[in-house]
């Protein structure tokens, strides 16, 4: 049996440069396995950034990112997403004419060598089936299997690209904004289901709403011009006096 990792996540001085343009700065973090970490900070701070160099989908200027105790600095997103880590977007990533069980079971096939056609009836694949079932139960859409996706409301087709991510079991799941542009009662929902994801998926969320990211997470990095300024638990971070002036606008 593989040992398990020391950390989900390291970043060690990890820098992004767009043209003259620093989008990250010196940055280092360390995520524990299972840990539930918000990543905060105003527009242009450099978060969704952040999760473009961990998926692999930009390459830092310098610096080395770790996952699960590897080196993955100059890995593909493929290899690092057959690693464990999976993401979502500020952008909605779903097939609209798709039912949202199809949409599932698209995710689901991606990450298995076997080769689905929808046309053919679903129980043929009987496994793959059970698990985009699976997936769409853990984010509150049993019920709407049959949906198209153009169909469902805003904060149902957010759920959904959750449970796209899950598709692949993930050991990492990054979330971007996950709660953005969602209705008081969608938010709430949202919330809910992610306090409900397994507690061994290793959590970073990126996050606008500060009472959200209390709510879901035990700490806290602070980002600001490209810079982790604070960084510690909830209540720390509260505290800080810069956070609280980037926030709030307090002198
Ligand atoms: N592909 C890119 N090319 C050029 N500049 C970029 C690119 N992606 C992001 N930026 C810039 O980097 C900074 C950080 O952006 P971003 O990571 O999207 O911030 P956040 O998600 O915190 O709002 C911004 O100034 C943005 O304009
Ligand atoms: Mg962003």
Redesign the pocket.
Known sequence: MREAPALALRLADVSKE??G?R?LDRVSLAVAPGERRAII??????????F?LISGE?RPTVGRIALFDRDVTRLSPHRRAALGLARTYQITNLFPRLTALENCLLAVQALTPVKLHLHRALTRYPALFERARGVLDAVGLGDKEGDAARNLSHGEQRQLEIALALAGMPRLLLL?EPTAGLSPAESHSMTALLKKLDPAITLLV?EHDMDVAFELTDRITV?HY?RVVADGFAHEVRANPLVQEIYLGAP
Request: glycine letters at 24%; aromatic letters at 4%.
């Open positions: 767009f043209g343009l989008a900070g105003p527009n242009g701070a450099g978060k969704t950034t952040l473009s930009t971007d990126i980002l490209g």
